[in-house]
């Protein structure tokens, strides 16, 4: 066995051990390895197997003990970590000579009968070891968790082998979009699929990503929302429908936004605002039993949610009003409630519309106040292209926002049915392009055409399902649950 150097070395002497292990006339890179348990089984099952043979396989962690002709290892699997017991004499010759050339991060299967060490352990003592793959490069020094952040996320290969609530938290993360499913299915709402790749950039107020297709010699677009399609499938009789997808938008980074994110559109025919709302509540307090086993979940180090049904309403109106000491109501331009914005210290860009002044004023002086879970209804008609106005204020519009811990998770409104309504609207958002921000609807002309066929009232909504796993992790950053978020390039010298 040969020592283990610094760096470059520690490759090389990798690799030596690899040639060393060939000259045993051992394959190191096998196809196939029939295993029987996971650790986690053993060891639960522990009063059933003990003395049994089991076949387990894994990764080696930790530090491999070798005193004279016996030592101990420990192999993590898919269940957890378990410690294997191995000695000259069970393995033979050949055997313990392979042991002796194995490193930390090599894959190995074990086979023997399952055992208490007299330190109290449980264990499987190897009788027979096949190597299975060799780590070429070792694990960080500090396995048991990386410290560095860049690390975690640009390889977070090794943050899951290292990191157990990491992997926990992504486990968690199947199960979330895998309950959401369940809630949805059994609501009759039917999963579809639609395009990623749009001739069409609209269905949310967004800046896209642009690409070229060779094969129709056109201008492509990564959705930067799922709606319009969606929408499509109501006009064509689905009438409970919903998309769980990647949506992309060439935009900022930050705690709560990734340029790629998954979003669940659904649209439900024959529904308003009010009944989405309770659908909302009624999913996020499934999901929330049937993951983490309550409702009530731990944000942060203390702060506790509540998410059992129903969840309060506010109006946007009145928040802004509480929180940032401005009524919209009173502004009816936007170079007026421009001036009031500032006075209330935030940055105003003179191009901004009046929209994008209430949208500004509510992420920097309402957002950060709402640790719900809360309802915020009735947005002023311009910020919602897409939605239907109020019978009693034609100004404002049927829609919510559900926030909770700080942040948008779900948004919402009783969808706008009529197409002429619709035209005008997107035309109106269309013309404020040159002058205004890009971040604008465009007029979808075949959208408008399949809603001009004719389209039930309908009941839509958006939820964030990267802040919703934050939310049921108790993540405060959406890196931590998405497996390889988006990062500047790795600096080369």
């Known amino acids: 066995m040969v020592e283990r150097g ?8 990798r690799l030596e051990n690899l040639e060393a292990i060939r000259a045993l006339g051992v394959e190191p890179f096998p ?17 059933e197997l003990e003395g049994t043979v089991v076949r387990v396989a894994g990764r080696l962690v930790g530090a491999i003990r ?21 000695r000259q004499d069970s393995l033979g010759d050949a055997g313990f000579a392979l042991y002796r050339e194995l490193d930390v991060g090599d894959f190995v299967g074990v086979a023997g009968p ?8 449980i264990s499987v003592e190897a009788r027979e070891l096949t190597f299975l793959a060799k780590a070429i490069r070792p694990l960080p020094e500090k396995w048991h968790g990386l410290s560095d952040v860049e690390k975690r996320y640009r390889q977070r290969y090794l943050d899951l082998i290292s990191n157990q609530e990491s992997r926990q938290a992504f486990a968690m993360r199947s199960q979330i979009v895998r309950e959401v499913r369940r809630f949805l299915d059994d609501r009759a709402f039917v999963e579809v699929e639609t395009p990623v790749l749009q001739q069409v950039a609209s269905g949310a107020a967004a800046r896209p990503f642009e690409t070229h297709s060779n094969a129709l010699d056109t201008t492509l677009y990564l959705r930067i929302a799922l709606e319009l399609y969606l929408k499509r499938c109501i006009v064509g009789g689905i009438e409970r429908v919903y998309e769980i997808g990647r949506i992309f938008r060439n935009e900022g980074l930050s705690f709560k936004h990734n340029p790629e994110f998954t979003m669940l559109e659904l649209y439900q025919a024959y529904a308003d605002y009010r009944d989405i709302m309770e659908l909302v509540e009624q999913l996020v307090a499934h999901v929330a039993r049937r993951v983490v086993g309550t409702t009530q979940l731990t944000w942060g180090d203390d702060t506790m949610i509540d998410v059992t049904p129903p969840w309060p309403r506010k109006s946007l109106r009145e928040l802004l009003i509480e929180h940032a000491g401005v009524d919209y109501a009173d502004y009816p331009d936007a ?13 105003i860009d003179p191009e901004w519309s009046r929209a994008k002044v209430i949208d500004e004023l509510m992420s920097t002086h309402v957002e950060p106040k709402l640790m719900g879970p809360i309802f915020v209804v009735d947005y002023p008609a311009e910020t919602t292209p897409l939605a239907k106005r109020k019978a009693d204020r034609p100004d404002e519009v049927e829609r919510f926002e559900a926030y909770v811990c700080g942040m948008e ?15 005008r609207r997107f035309e109106a958002q269309a013309g404020k392009r ?8 465009a007029v ?20 964030g399902i990267d802040r919703l796993v934050m939310l049921l992790t108790n993540r405060s950053t959406i890196r931590e649950v998405i497996l390889f978020p988006q990062l500047r390039p790795r600096e080369t010298h």
């Open 31 to 47: 196809r196939r390895y029939e295993r029987t348990h996971l650790s986690h089984e053993v060891i639960e099952h522990f009063g």
């Open 335 to 347: 170079a007026s409630l421009q001036e009031a914005a500032r006075k209330t210290g935030i940055h």
């Open 434 to 441: 040159e002058g205004d921000d890009d971040e604008t609807l």
């Open 114 to 121: 399952v055992i208490r060490t007299r330190a109290g352990e």
């Open 444 to 463: 979808d002309e075949e959208f408008l055409e399949a809603v001009e066929h004719g389209m039930p009232p309908t009941g839509g909504l958006g939820i």
């Open 66 to 86: 070798r005193m004279g002709k016996a030592g101990f290892a420990q192999i993590l699997d898919a269940g957890g970590q378990i410690q294997i017991f191995f």
């Open 6 to 13: 610094e760096g470059d070395e520690l490759i090389a002497a």
């Open 409 to 423: 998770l779900a948004n919402a409104f009783s969808e706008l049915n009529d197409p002429v309504e619709q035209r």
